[in-house]
């Protein structure tokens, strides 16, 4: 009886109208597993509609699809023709052998990577199937390698993209510990162009993630400037 009222509470939540004032996003958010703070899509929402040209976006770390899907959402919504390119090798911690299992279960890290990889792959090509985007199976340290190589690569899907030039807005979400955020922000950093954005997820003054240290640095730059914090950080690039 009480999944019964939760399940219809939620049903008549999505018929109100959404913070972000789309039908869409709250939809998204029931059907598509993912991890995603509110105040995310509002700084996505605000990047996408202030872009700077249609130079690519690039996302670290796709998970099951939801940011992705969101961001395909505004580009579409704001009639942007940049393309999304996405990273992310579905290898997640204490799963990189491949061998344990996940505690209590008998499923294996792998079957779990498969899994999330093929959810990934189903949720994009249904609730972003008018421009899909383009997924490359790396690391993001491999990721930006490819990129500043101009490699032509093949995507999950099969499809060749060209790697590589100007990048407009970056959101990293990969590893959240200090040494790979910061590699995954100075990367960024290298193609992010004047008037970019660059999203880091769990990155607020309160997150527990190694991620804010990051933040502290960028401030200290002095070539980029703070748009949102809400509570995470949307950072412009100046010069």
């Not at 060209?162 to 807005?169: A, D, E, R, V």
């Amino acid at each position: 009886m009480r999944i019964s009222k939760t399940i219809k509470r939620l049903i008549e939540q999505a018929r109100k109208k959404p913070a972000t004032g789309y039908h869409f996003v709250r939809w998204l958010r029931f059907a598509n597993a993912g991890m995603l703070n509110t105040g995310n899509i509002y700084c996505i929402e605000y990047a996408i509609k202030n872009l700077p040209s249609d130079n690519p976006i690039i996302e670290i770390g796709s998970f099951c699809g939801l940011s992705t899907n969101l961001i395909s959402f505004y580009l579409r919504k704001f009639s942007k023709k940049n393309k999304l390119i996405t990273s992310d090798k579905w290898i997640f911690e204490g799963g990189e052998t491949g061998s344990a299992n996940l505690d209590g279960s008998n499923i294996s890290n792998t079957q779990y990577s498969e899994f999330v990889k093929g959810t990934y792959i189903r949720n994009i090509s249904f609730f972003s199937k008018e421009n899909l985007p383009y997924t490359i199976e790396q690391f993001s340290d491999e990721f930006f390698r490819l990129w500043s190589e101009n490699r032509t690569e093949n995507d999950v899907l099969g499809r060749q993209i060209q790697l590589g030039g100007k990048i407009s807005f970056s959101y990293i979400d990969g590893n959240h510990t200090y040494e790979y955020s910061k590699r995954d922000f100075e990367n960024t950093d290298k193609y992010l162009e004047p008037g970019g954005f660059v999203l880091f997820d769990d990155s607020a003054d309160s997150s527990d993630w190694e991620v804010k240290k990051v933040i502290k640095e960028v401030k200290k730059t002095g070539r980029y400037e703070v748009v949102i914090n809400n509570p995470n950080y949307l950072f412009r690039k100046i010069k």
